[in-house]
């Protein structure tokens, strides 16, 4: 009884007013800090940086929304050195302020490889060990030797250059090679093919690139070889080392399925699924 007769003094309920407030205002006070902390509902869109270098960044109000740490580094000769060329994550996400954006930028220096040895390999082997290692073939060179196709000597910048060589990732290197009994080789067929696929296609059977054409503007995503010369045929033939000149067009506004059609007869050997 007297506990119920403690509940009807006024005092209880002071004292039970005065702890709900106290209450309240803990509540609030933590919920606000929380909001402060975490800052709830304070997202922003992340900009596509893809371009932007470093530098660029930390001049601009970016840097204070965000923190960048760079993943990695690759060279690209034709991009701005320290541009930002991958991002994560990925522009248009929503994320905090202070979110970490990871990006990969280009180098300022090319990646060093060593040369290979090609001494004695034929063509094809050797364009695949060049490849692997990042190098890409610059000529062709015959001379007059028994060993038909097989690599003789191998060329960096007009000198010759030996097997564990340092040289920069992405250089053309000049192969010498045997030209045997200087017989007469096929024309490859090059229509609908990319520029980087169309001049290994002509390396591989053991031609040279001639001139280079793009019609709708240099755009190595979309420009496929729409003519070349020498005209192709299943009749065409040339001496190794010869030059083979293309012209590109873009996909966007070239229809090479009717083009290729046109030019490959019933009873062609070529394997048209590789140009779809």
């Known amino acids: 009884m007297a506990f119920f007769g403690f509940l009807t003094k006024k005092k209880f309920y002071i004292h039970f007013g005065i702890s709900i407030v106290i209450t309240i205002i803990l509540f609030l006070a933590i919920f606000q800090f929380l909001k402060i902390y975490t800052e709830h509902g304070d997202e922003y869109i992340v900009p596509d940086f893809h371009g932007q ?4 960044i930390e001049e601009s109000d970016f840097a204070d929304l965000f923190e960048f740490i760079v993943i990695d580094s ?10 930002i060329v991958i991002q994560d994550p990925l522009p248009g996400s ?12 280009v180098a300022k220096m090319p990646e060093k490889v060593e040369m290979p040895d090609l001494i004695d390999l034929s063509l094809r082997q050797a364009i695949n060990l060049l490849r692997a290692k990042g190098l ?9 030797d028994f060993a038909e196709n097989a690599v003789l000597e191998q060329v960096y910048q007009d000198e010759l250059i030996e097997p564990g060589t340092l040289i920069e990732k992405g250089v053309g290197i000049e192969l010498v090679l045997g030209l045997g009994d200087r017989k007469r080789v096929a024309v490859p067929f090059l229509l609908g093919l990319y520029i980087d696929e169309a001049i290994d296609a002509i390396n ?7 001139s280079v054409y793009f019609l709708d503007g240099e755009d190595n995503s979309h420009s496929k070889v729409y003519q070349q010369r020498p005209d192709w045929s299943n ?3 040339l001496y190794r080392g010869q030059k083979i000149n293309i012209r ?21 050997a070529v394997d048209t699924t590789r140009y779809y």
């Open 53 to 56: 270098t470093l530098v660029e």
């Open 74 to 83: 690759l060279y690209d000769s034709k991009n701005t050195k320290e541009a």
């Open 94 to 105: 929503k994320v905090k302020k202070g979110r970490k954006i990871y990006v990969s930028i």
């Open 235 to 237: 009749k065409t033939t």
């Open 248 to 268: 590109l067009r873009s996909d966007e506004f070239y229809d090479f399925g009717a083009l290729i059609q046109k030019y490959l007869p019933d009873t062609t």
């Open 204 to 210: 591989r059977a053991s031609f040279n690139v001639g």
């Open 136 to 144: 890409v073939v610059k000529k062709l060179e015959y001379v007059s």
